[in-house]
């Protein structure tokens, strides 16, 4: 089985920094796409960034020039760095990949970590 695991969040004020990080263990052979998502209480899940195999990175608007996401291929971990934090940043932050098993047939399938909490305080 795969599982990612996060860890990282908490509570910060406006302002300030934190860091969220996720690492795919289990029976992997690969890991694709890695991304961070976030969902506050009453909206829709958003992707927030993303991170391909070959490094290409995508944000959201919200985020651009505040959050940088980063991906040590080696250990399939995956670091969201937020920096200049907002109250509007409070949501549980979900880590997301795509995964090919190592068990036959080897599709690649979706996974989602069980989220962590960040709150920002105005």
């Known amino acids: 089985q795969v599982h990612l695991v996060e860890s990282g969040g908490g509570l910060v004020r406006a302002g300030g920094s934190l860091s969220v990080s996720c690492a795919a263990s289990?029976?992997?052979?690969?890991?694709?796409?890695m991304g961070w998502y976030r969902q506050a209480p009453g909206m829709q899940r958003e992707l927030v960034a993303s991170?391909?195999?070959?490094?290409?990175?995508n944000y959201a608007d919200s985020v651009k020039g505040r959050f940088t996401i980063s991906r040590d291929y080696t250990k399939n971990t995956v670091v969201l760095l937020m920096n200049s934090l907002k109250p509007e940043d409070t949501a549980v932050y979900y880590c997301?990949?795509?995964?090919?098993?190592?068990?036959?047939?080897?599709?690649?399938?979706?996974?989602w970590g069980q989220g962590t909490q960040v709150t920002v305080s105005s």
């Open positions: 991170i391909t195999t070959g490094g290409s990175t």
């Open positions: 997301n990949a795509d995964v090919v098993p190592l068990d036959w047939p080897r599709r690649s399938s979706n996974y």
């Open positions: 289990g029976k992997i052979l690969s890991v694709n796409d």
